[in-house]
């Protein structure tokens, strides 16, 4: 089992592009989530997915989309990249909402 | 005031010690609570759930105080190995909300 996964590991974008960070996960979990961790900083959730179809804003959600197609996957679309947006990001996902949460190694962005 | 508030310490302790730190969360209405660890440039790795009776994982022994609203996480003999940041997470039904707190940091040195 890979667990969950995520790509790029590290990406640099220039301010107004646009990208989509990559999670997928093969432990059949329902719950899916997006967090950024800025440096120093807790994680703050950004969108969230209780099962396919499903998706719900987290604290943070201005300036990114999500879609959940699948169980697996859950891409995170950022539009019109703002510095603001520097940070790691991290995909997880869990069995049900309070269960243990198993993330991935993260997505490390830079906005220049 | 914020959901989830830690000490970002760091906390300096000798291998061989122990250390405890503490997190307070401010919505009573919170239902589970969480102690994840981080490493450096590392993602998050569940350390342990925290049990309403208090629980103990080998040298680590997380406790609740619902009346005063923190958990705490105390760790034995530290070892090298045990230098990481400790995340408290609080779980709330109503709305689904997980809420992590900035994090503790721990410095374990021979």
């Known amino acids: 089992n890979a667990g969950v996964t995520q790509t790029p590991k590290f990406r640099i974008l220039k301010i107004g592009q646009s990208m989509t960070l990559q999670c997928a996960q093969d432990m059949n979990h329902n719950y899916m989530y997006w967090y950024r961790q800025d440096p120093g900083m807790g994680l703050k959730l950004i969108y969230y997915?209780?099962?396919?179809?499903?998706?719900d804003k987290g604290e943070v959600p201005n300036g990114y989309n999500v879609s959940r197609s699948t169980t697996e996957d859950f891409p995170l679309r950022l539009e019109l990249a703002a510095p603001s947006q520097t940070s790691v990001y991290f995909c997880?996902?869990?069995?049900?909402?309070?269960?243990?949460?198993?993330f991935g190694p993260g997505t490390r962005l830079t906005v220049l | 005031r914020k959901e989830v508030e830690q000490d970002p310490g760091p906390f300096n302790v000798p291998e061989g010690a122990t250390v405890a730190f503490n997190c307070t969360y401010s919505n009573s209405a919170s239902q589970s609570f969480f102690w994840y660890r981080q490493d450096c440039r590392k993602e998050p790795k569940l350390l342990m759930s925290?049990?309403?009776s208090g629980n103990e994982d080998g040298r680590f022994t997380a406790q609740l105080n619902r009346a005063s609203q923190y958990i705490s996480l105390l760790i034995r003999d530290s070892k090298l190995s045990d230098s990481a940041t400790y995340l408290c997470v609080v779980f709330k039904a109503a709305g689904n909300k997980l809420t992590f707190g900035g994090g503790t940091r721990v410095l374990v040195k021979p």
């Open positions: 997915s209780v099962g396919a179809g499903i998706t």
């Open positions: 997880a996902s869990s069995l049900t909402g309070p269960d243990t949460q198993y």
């Open positions: 925290v049990y309403s």
